[in-house]
């Protein structure tokens, strides 16, 4: 069987559309990238986990690559708010206040996140365009590389 199945379903059911991955080619492949049906589910919103997929050799480097590219643009983020913090109106001051305060917990990171989003639709500093842009990112994303033995033993 496939060991990484059951890793896979604990670790959506735990981060659920915070999750990304980044899966080694093996059976954990066919389980989660066969047409026309997946493994992974949406919430009420339509979001669920992001699922992709490298080849044997470089999925560490793939994951580490994913992990590194979420940590620099939320690094960005959060340099947006604290440049702009005492530029923009209170609502969005407070708001931007509570997401650097909660940016690294993922549930109290929506929380805020959601806030600051509603705070820029009517915030005019040119901040509120930067942050739009990687607003995807406001909500503390949990990386996870998937590999099997092929990927683990085998090629070393």
Request: glycine share 8%; charged share 25%; with cysteine.
């Amino acid at each position: 069987g496939c060991g990484e199945t059951p890793y896979i379903k604990l670790i959506t059911q735990l981060y659920g559309d915070r999750t990304m991955i980044a899966n080694a080619t093996g059976c954990s492949s066919i389980y989660g990238g066969s047409a026309p049906s997946t493994p992974y589910c949406t919430n009420k919103d339509n979001q669920g986990p992001a699922w992709a997929n490298s080849l044997f050799e470089d999925n560490t480097e793939y994951g580490l690559g994913m992990a590194t590219a979420v940590k620099k643009l939320r690094e960005r983020l959060a340099r947006f708010m604290t440049e702009a913090m005492d530029e923009v109106a209170p609502a969005t001051k407070e708001a931007f206040a509570a997401w650097l305060e909660a940016k690294e917990d993922g549930e109290k990171s929506r929380a805020a996140s959601n806030a600051v989003l509603k705070a820029l639709e009517t915030e005019t500093h040119s901040v509120a365009q930067d942050i739009l842009k990687l607003k995807d990112l406001l909500v503390k994303k949990s990386v996870w590389v998937f590999g099997g033995d092929g990927w683990a033993y085998d090629i070393g």
